[in-house]
């Protein structure tokens, strides 16, 4: 069965810290997204990679790094955590050559920082 | 860039009525629509998803129209029941399988 997971699955970090969120899919998919989720604004993607060693900006990058180093794992770093940071992060994979246009997501990292 | 628009952003039905959510977009290069269903707790998962050649389509109690003249798409659950109780998601995109941009969810709460 397809499936993305994540970890941790929870994070409490401090102000400037530095932060790795981890991402493995087992979907052999060569797409891969990271999302955040705030209230009120629904998923906005960070970054995204289509081939493994590469990263692509999504629409709100800054602040954020990705790392692509193999086609089953995406990471998202957070160089120097900020309370705005603070926000239930999300994966996804999907396959562009499906027909069912399908991004399977992980269950979520809950990042606090403080 | 897309601009995704939701409403409503909470909405209550009792059981056995519909309820109706309706996602607007404005870039007329969409081609590929999905409503995704969000539970407490977890990740989001595909409802139903769409091509733009298609006027409307039925699965499982759910129904999506798509009005491609006035950039709307719907989401009608038909005859709710509370395991329907979750916050959905509308997402488009231009091209298959590539980054999708999200509406603002509507919670959706189904009472006895």
């Known amino acids: 069965e397809a499936a993305v997971t994540q970890s941790p699955r929870s994070k409490v970090a401090v102000t400037g810290g530095k932060v790795t969120l981890s991402c493995h899919q087992t979907?052999?998919?060569?797409?891969m997204y990271w999302y955040r989720q705030d209230t009120g604004h629904g998923l906005r993607l960070i970054h995204y990679?289509?081939?493994?060693?590469?990263?692509e900006k999504g629409d709100i990058p800054d602040g954020y790094k990705a790392s692509r180093p193999s086609q089953e794992n995406f990471s998202l770093i957070l160089e120097l955590a900020s309370l705005s940071q603070t926000a239930v992060y999300f994966c996804?994979?999907?396959?562009?050559?499906?027909?069912?246009?399908?991004?399977?997501f992980g269950p979520g990292t809950r990042l606090t920082v403080l | 860039g897309e601009q995704v628009e939701q409403r409503p952003p909470h909405l209550s039905v009792r059981e056995g009525d519909s309820a109706i959510i309706i996602c607007t977009y404005t870039?007329?290069?969409?081609?590929?629509f999905s409503w995704y269903k969000q539970e407490a707790g977890a990740g989001l998962q595909l409802l139903m998803s769409?091509?733009?050649?298609?006027d409307r389509k039925e699965e499982q109690g759910l129904t999506v129209l798509l009005n491609k003249k006035d950039k709307r798409l719907s989401l009608n659950l038909t005859a709710a029941h509370p395991g329907d109780s979750a916050v959905y998601f509308c997402?488009?995109?231009?091209?298959?399988?590539?980054?999708?941009?999200f509406g603002t969810g509507t919670k959706l709460q189904v009472v006895p």
């Open positions: 997402a488009v995109s231009a091209n298959s399988g590539t980054y999708q941009r």
């Open positions: 769409v091509l733009s050649n298609v």
């Open positions: 996804a994979s999907s396959d562009p050559g499906s027909s069912s246009y399908e991004q399977y």
């Open positions: 870039d007329s290069a969409t081609a590929y």
């Open positions: 990679s289509y081939v493994a060693d590469s990263t």
């Open positions: 979907n052999n998919h060569d797409y």
